[in-house]
């Protein structure tokens, strides 16, 4: 049996689950690139107060790696970081990450990858592995005068702890989850917080139950135990919430949407909450989780902005209105650019194809996995993907199950495989009628949406997800062998 040189590239979640999924299937031989100096990924370079998990905590863990210490159904961000930071310890991939190495170029060519770092690293890899994850390249706005602001600025994504906040004026620019914990987090701390919101956000309440030293004990002394509660918390996401937002006129929809509202009642001055009402059905853009939200903004050193953001002034911000709103520190909370995946690594396929050019409209991926014209190069959690309303742990383990039987192909002689672009035609065209049904379409500006207004993401259930990741499809595959070139069959 052939052996595979492997590279994956992303230290993150689904980058250290790569290592240990491959090495269970027999492939040992496998590099990791993480331009940072730790593992964790978005759960390392997202620090801001207030960060937590919007998954439960049972459901966001590893299936072969559950976790019997989480402090709460919802636990923060520290403590996901260290479970990644433990998991890659114990399992070896410290060992096999090549650390502050970032890729800058694949090429393939003679039916391997020659992968390049900015370190000046080059190696050739059979396979290559993309675990560069979805939300990370921080979504800076390009406000007039941000550069002038005389206090301290920076994004959520890159929170700059030597920064005082205690009993300093603090503005938020965003409403989106980050933005959210941020408020929750803060308000006590500040003299003043300025949520400037561009869009109001739906508010689906939460109790983040903690898990008493009994609970942990529990779940320590009895596996089986944690992995009832891991598969009922699965069970009840997914009816309760993933597979409600793919059916808009599902009743599952219909309760969200009245928790919601029910929960926006809740804030007593009619002004404030009617500039706190969107305009839009609840999910139609990512749906926050909070329980503290609208209590923070009915602090009284809370305030809500909501006439557009005219410039930034060394002393704060100018809105449309005229007012200055004076501030010591200003956080953008502005999301991230969604659409990257792995760029800006530049990928050159099979016969010089520029990946750049193929996604020159948009990023696209069969079953959000792979690209006709890159073999052997796969995409956890890529584009059009579950990526808002599974975890995503759940999807990198099913990608990857996935993945490593169309590596087995390889290992017993094949040198390349790769969708058709029949097959990815088909998928895609699939997609784009399934999403008319979902709640995403139902009338909102979200970062979902693609260029024609069409969801960026997996319509379909989670349990289709599972069906469809059980075993490739072969007749949707180019198998090379040699100079043979085959459409493989079942």
Same mark, same amino acid.
């Given at each position: 049996?052939?052996?595979?040189?492997?590279?994956?590239?992303?230290?993150?979640?689904?980058?250290?689950?790569?290592?240990?999924?491959?090495?269970?299937?027999?492939?040992?031989?496998?590099?990791?690139?993480?331009?940072?100096?730790?593992?964790?990924?978005?759960?390392?370079?997202?620090?801001?107060?207030?960060?937590?998990?919007?998954?439960?905590?049972?459901?966001?863990?590893?299936?072969?790696?559950?976790?019997? #210490?989480?402090?709460?159904?919802?636990?923060?961000?520290?403590?996901?970081?260290?479970?990644?930071?433990?998991?890659?310890?114990?399992?070896?991939?410290?060992?096999?990450?090549?650390?502050?190495?970032?890729?800058?170029?694949?090429?393939?060519?003679?039916?391997?990858?020659?992968?390049?770092?900015?370190?000046?690293?080059r190696d050739d890899f059979d396979v290559v592995i993309a675990a560069t994850g979805v939300l990370h390249h921080p979504n800076v706005p390009d406000l007039p005068g941000l550069g002038s602001f005389a206090g301290a600025a920076f994004h959520s994504a890159r929170w700059d702890h030597d920064v005082p906040i205690e009993g300093r004026r603090v503005g938020v620019i965003g409403t989106g989850s980050s933005a959210v914990q941020i408020t929750g987090a803060l308000v006590d701390r500040v003299s003043h917080l300025t *949520?400037?919101?561009?869009?109001?956000? +739906?508010?689906?309440?939460?109790?983040?139950?903690?898990?008493?030293?009994?609970?942990?004990?529990?779940?320590? #002394?009895?596996?089986?135990?944690?992995?009832?509660?891991?598969?009922?918390?699965?069970?009840?996401?997914?009816?309760?919430?993933?597979?409600? &937002?793919?059916?808009?006129?599902?009743?599952?929809?219909?309760?969200?949407?009245?928790?919601?509202?029910?929960?926006?009642?809740?804030?007593?001055?009619?002004? *404030?909450?009617?500039?706190?009402?969107?305009?839009?059905?609840?999910?139609?853009?990512?749906?926050?989780?909070?329980?503290?939200?609208?209590?923070?903004?009915?602090?009284?050193?809370?305030?809500?902005?909501?006439?557009?953001?005219?410039?930034?002034?060394?002393?704060? &911000?100018?809105?449309?209105?005229?007012?200055?709103?004076? *501030?010591?520190?200003?956080?953008?909370?502005?999301?991230?650019?969604? #659409?990257?995946?792995?760029?800006?690594?530049?990928?050159?396929?099979?016969?010089?194809?520029?990946?750049?050019?193929? +996604?020159?409209?948009?990023?696209?991926?069969?079953?959000?996995?792979?690209?006709?014209?890159?073999?052997?190069?796969?995409?956890?959690?890529?584009?059009?993907?579950?990526?808002?309303?599974?975890?995503?742990?759940?999807?990198?383990?099913?990608?990857?199950?996935?993945?490593?039987?169309?590596?087995?192909?390889?290992?017993?002689?094949?040198?390349?495989?790769?969708?058709?672009?029949?097959?990815?035609?088909?998928?895609?065209?699939?997609? &784009?009628?399934?999403?008319?049904?979902?709640?995403?379409?139902?009338?909102?500006?979200?970062?979902?949406?693609?260029?024609?207004?069409?969801?960026?993401? +997996?319509? +379909?259930?989670?349990?289709?997800?599972?069906?469809?990741?059980?075993?490739?499809?072969?007749?949707?595959?180019?198998?090379?062998?040699?100079?043979?070139?085959?459409?493989?069959? #079942?």
């Open positions: 049996m052939r052996n595979l040189r492997v590279a994956v590239i992303g230290a993150g979640m689904a980058g250290i689950a790569s290592v240990i999924k491959l090495r269970e299937a027999g492939i040992d031989d496998v590099t990791v690139f993480e331009k940072a100096h730790d593992v964790g990924g978005t759960w390392r370079e997202n620090t801001y107060p207030g960060i937590a998990c919007d998954v439960p905590s049972h459901l966001y863990s590893y299936s072969f790696s559950p976790n019997a #210490d989480w402090t709460h159904t919802f636990s923060p961000g520290d403590e996901i970081q260290a479970y990644f930071q433990e998991v890659a310890r114990r399992e070896g991939v410290y060992e096999r990450t090549r650390f502050g190495e970032e890729v800058v170029s694949l090429d393939h060519t003679a039916g391997r990858w020659t992968l390049a770092t900015t370190g000046g690293y *949520l400037f919101q561009r869009t109001p956000q +739906w508010i689906m309440p939460i109790d983040n139950t903690p898990y008493d030293e009994v609970q942990r004990r529990a779940f320590r #002394d009895d596996p089986a135990l944690m992995r009832q509660a891991r598969d009922g918390l699965g069970q009840a996401f997914a009816d309760h919430f993933a597979n409600a &937002v793919i059916d808009a006129d599902s009743p599952a929809m219909a309760l969200i949407e009245e928790a919601c509202r029910a929960h926006l009642e809740g804030v007593a001055d009619p002004v *404030l909450r009617e500039k706190l009402r969107p305009d839009y059905r609840a999910g139609c853009k990512r749906l926050i989780a909070s329980g503290e939200f609208y209590d923070a903004m009915q602090r009284p050193n809370a305030e809500l902005v909501t006439d557009r953001i005219e410039r930034i002034e060394p002393a704060g &911000v100018r809105t449309a209105d005229g007012e200055l709103h004076e *501030l010591d520190v200003l956080v953008l909370a502005t999301g991230f650019r969604s #659409d990257r995946f792995l760029r800006p690594i530049h990928v050159r396929g099979r016969d010089g194809a520029d990946l750049d050019d193929v +996604w020159a409209q948009r990023p696209s991926a069969h079953l959000a996995l792979a690209v006709p014209g890159f073999p052997n190069l796969f995409l956890l959690n890529g584009p059009n993907g579950p990526v808002g309303n599974f975890s995503l742990i759940d999807v990198a383990e099913l990608q990857l199950d996935y993945t490593i039987q169309l590596l087995d192909l390889l290992r017993q002689g094949a040198e390349s495989v790769e969708p058709t672009p029949e097959a990815a035609e088909a998928f895609e065209a699939a997609r &784009v009628e399934a999403t008319k049904g979902t709640v995403w379409v139902t009338g909102c500006r979200s970062w979902y949406l693609d260029d024609r207004g069409v969801p960026a993401a +997996w319509p +379909w259930s989670i349990d289709h997800f599972r069906e469809v990741m059980q075993a490739p499809d072969l007749t949707q595959y180019r198998v090379t062998s040699g100079q043979a070139v085959a459409t493989a069959r #079942d």
